[in-house]
């Protein structure tokens, strides 16, 4: 990846390539979990901004889940929500998926595969960020 910056800020992680920026924001859904059976459930939304000079789509997404065990899923698919959202400079795509782990905290990463207009196909790097629960037993070394 060229032109990568990653930051983190409260709740919210970020990442930019080539212009693009990438920022999530994960929320631990309690309501939704049941920790009795081993089912943690996160929300986490997401702001894909253009702030480079040309038109993107966003054609396909790459996640990589791995929880407290080190188990990895990964998930490769088409667009996001069901949409391969089309970024024109300034513009901004913001969607909220979700996710269940087995564990009480994980952690996300991926990749967007960009498509420009001259047919030029890149990846945007998303940001890794932990999923963090109130039932996570803390380690102290």
Do not use: K
């Amino acid at each position: 990846m060229q032109n990568q910056i990653y930051s983190e800020t409260g709740g919210q992680y970020a990442a930019t390539t080539r212009a693009i920026a990438v920022t999530v924001e994960p929320e631990f859904l309690p309501a939704e979990s049941d920790p009795d059976e081993a089912r943690y459930i996160w929300a986490y939304h997401v702001s894909i901004a253009n702030n480079g000079v040309e038109t993107v789509r966003l054609r396909r997404r790459h996640w990589c889940i791995t929880d407290a065990n080190g188990t990895r899923h990964e998930v490769n698919g088409q667009g996001v929500v069901g949409e391969q959202p089309l970024l024109e400079p300034g513009n901004v795509f913001e969607y909220t998926s979700g996710t269940p782990l087995r564990t009480s905290s994980g952690i996300m990463s991926g990749t967007y595969t960009m498509e420009a207009t001259t047919g030029e196909v890149f990846d945007v790097e998303i940001p890794a960020f932990s999923l963090d629960s109130p039932y996570q037993r803390e380690l102290v070394n």
